[in-house]
């Protein structure tokens, strides 16, 4: 079992707002109407500001991780997570996004590697690539 504590994870807006501008910008070059285009504008700003609130929400500020062998667990911030790190998880840029498989219910949960220790964060990795290899390599 392996026990490290999660602090400031604070989450990165730029990509979200670099998409969601792109994305207008490139609607709104194929659109004639001026009513069209602002409708467009307004729909992804709407969209984006949805994206950001899950985004926040799967990205506890503070907690504390337990990585037992099989067993995934994370308690602050007023959640408690218990499950398995499905192999839907992904590691994107100096973040790990975990999907874990929870007994009645299914949770994404964002871990930046500036929230943890290098070492932390590198057995974090790990398991992660863990379980996504162990269910690729099971089919």
């Given amino acids: 079992m392996y026990r490290f504590t999660v602090t400031d994870n604070k989450t990165d807006h730029k990509p979200i707002v ?7 910008l490139v609607l709104c070059l194929f659109m004639n109407s001026v009513v069209a285009t602002l409708f467009r ?19 506890p500020q503070q907690g504390v991780i337990l990585l037992e062998p099989n067993q995934f667990r994370f308690e602050g911030s007023g959640r408690q997570i218990q499950g398995v790190i499905s192999k839907q998880s992904r590691l994107l840029g100096q973040s790990v996004w975990l999907y874990i498989n929870g007994f009645s219910k299914n949770y994404w949960l964002i871990i930046s590697a500036n929230s943890v220790d290098e070492q932390s964060y ?17 089919k």
């Fill in 18 to 24: 670099v998409f969601f501008c792109v994305l207008t």
């Fill in 41 to 59: 504008i307004a729909l992804n700003t709407l969209a984006g500001i949805i994206v950001w609130r899950k985004i926040v929400a799967a990205q």
């Fill in 122 to 138: 590198a057995r974090l990795k790990r398991a992660t690539l863990k379980a996504i290899n162990y269910v690729e390599e099971s």
